[in-house]
């Protein structure tokens, strides 16, 4: 998913891999 993001440089996949660092962040 991290590398499906990283192949679109775009403002919504720098959103979205906030959010997904944040979750995963909180689960640790």
Do not use: F, N, Y
Not at 4 to 25: D, G, K
């Amino acid at each position: 998913l991290m590398d499906r993001l990283r192949t679109i440089p775009t403002r919504q996949s720098l959103e979205l891999r906030a959010e997904v660092a944040s979750m995963a962040s909180d689960l640790k």
